[in-house]
């Protein structure tokens, strides 16, 4: 492929080295969608342009979620389509990273010639020189063998990880912990991110310190399982909140994901204290609403024990919102199993579900049960669990009609023409205003409630 030329004139025309215009695909969580923010803060340091399509990219990057059905088969789908792009851009590099990248490794190479590098989700920080690798490699042995896989858990390392965001707008996302140590029996997580580690407390404090600095006036603390955190120095979930509550400017905390076993006293009290501060609002997975089944879950908590934890929050804010995950169909889950679920949804009267059938993932245990659910009586639960929760959400959100709520103004949004912004119990709110008002808590009086937003007008000062 070089012909005469030497392997420095090759560099001085490839545009990967001068750095180049790179693309990431994102699936799956929140967390996901940090580690992109990450990626791509890394890569512009490298001196590589962000560029919102495939088709203008010397780098496109996949960055992949394992949680959802056929993980594999949507990667190899997807780098399938950049199949043209590559035969007009030899120099194109595709990498895959994420939770597939780390479960598959070198597979995915192995089946996919269209794949330059893979990395795995604790080996981000060795993006820019992957991807440079990549391309030195090809310059020099363009075999597939020599194709590049980092999915190696740094077991031992600490979690030193500084927060970057490129451009922080009045609401952000801080990552206090990653991995999990629970293995619950459906979840890969633990296989995909490792053992949970929590970063420590000084590091997240400077970190939000800086944010605040740069405009942020909200911050979401995240995590699998953010009330297990746990810093080196001791500090637990309930300090962490309570320090960053008391030390930082901050006009709002929010957290996500909490774990029903986890979720103790302790943290109850600080957030009381912490009012209004602390967001009403709490996204509490419950899964199944059958004890047997959440102990085949292996979830450390019974259908009467997570109902207590949700008195014991809505005992010290009343007005809390919560929302949850839920699985149908769980290996076993028989109708009655089913209709506890159904019982709790109503029960609890969440807001919000993520609700999804159960499909069984590599290396997980609960994929060897027997008793697996067929898959026509899961799509019925699932319609059946989405229209007893439509039909109990509507009255929740009218109910703020004629309501006056803070809100933290966010930004404006074209396409409406509204500025936007969120309520302390996460709900979406349009209104008309000035642009001044963005990074402000002002009082919205809400005049329209919609499944998913509301609308509303600024309360002028008195
Ligand atoms: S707590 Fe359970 S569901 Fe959540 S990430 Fe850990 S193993 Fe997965």
Redesign the pocket.
Known sequence: MAGNSTHLDLLETDPLATGGRVFISTYGCQMNVNDTERMYALLEMANYTPVDSPELADVIIINSCSVREKPVHKVYSEVGKYKKLKDKKPHLRIGVGGCVGQQEKGQLIAKSPLIDFVFGTDNIDLLPSLVSRSRAIDLELPQREQKLVEAQFQHRAPYHVETLVRKPGVATFVNITKG?????T?????FT?GREKSRPLQHVLNDVRELTKRGVKEVTLLG??VNSYQSECGADFADLMQTLARSTDLLRIRFT?S?PKDFNAKLVEVLERNQPKVCEYVHL?F?AGSSRVLELMN?GYTREEYLEKVQMIRRIMPNVVFSTDIIVGFPSETEADFQDTLALVKEVGFETIFAFKYSPRPLTKAAQFEDQVPEDVKDRRLQELFAAHDAQAMPMVTKYEGQILEVLVEGYDQNRGNLHGRTSQNKNVFFLGSEDLIGKLIPVKITKAFPATLRGEVVPPQ
Request: with cysteine; charged share 15%.
């Open positions: 999990c140590d629970n293995f619950c459906f979840c890969v997580v633990p991110r699998q399982n994901t774990h997975p899964q979830r």
